[in-house]
């Protein structure tokens, strides 16, 4: 790789600290796609709004997110695709690494149990929409 300026190396260490929370990274990985409201991020991460709000203002900060004004509520986006891109990678290197320190202790996790999802409740314009349509969520 070419030389990195310190700019560039500072802007990435910024970036890796917005990401680096698990709520945070809860947050990013419900916004795919068209995005959601912070009803629906309370109601799935089961967390209360101050919470969800001071999570999302870093990630705003850091310009992982961006708002959109939608009537008396706002839908929050993922700014650019490449924060997936890290998301999915860095979920793909943990899950990688729960896997191998399972066979190493020679365990076999159960599959069903281990995928399960508690979703909450959800009344956000987007679910009710899905609702109606007779799909919910994606799992
Ligand atoms: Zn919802």
């Known amino acids: 790789m070419t030389s990195i300026d310190n700019r560039q190396i500072r802007e ?4 890796a600290r917005a990401i680096s929370h698990p709520v945070r990274l ?9 995005g959601a409201y912070v009803m629906h991020l309370t109601a799935v991460l089961g967390r209360p709004q ?9 990630l705003r900060e850091a310009g992982l997110v961006t708002a ?4 008396m509520t706002v839908l929050y986006q993922i700014s650019d695709p490449q924060v997936l891109n890290i998301v999915d990678d860095l979920l793909a290197l943990a899950q990688k690494r729960i896997e191998s ?3 190493a202790a ?5 599959k069903q149990g281990g995928r399960r999802r508690r979703r909450g409740k959800c009344r956000c314009p987007r679910c009710s ?8 969520g994606r799992g």
């Open 106 to 110: 020679g365990e076999m996790e159960s």
């Open 101 to 103: 320190r399972g066979l």
């Open 129 to 136: 929409q899905e609702d109606r349509s007779g799909r919910h």
């Open 68 to 71: 959109i004004r939608d009537g």
């Open 26 to 34: 809860q947050i990013l990985n419900e916004l795919r796609g068209e």
């Open 12 to 15: 990435a260490a910024s970036i």
């Open 50 to 58: 101050a919470n969800i709000s001071q999570h999302l203002m870093v």
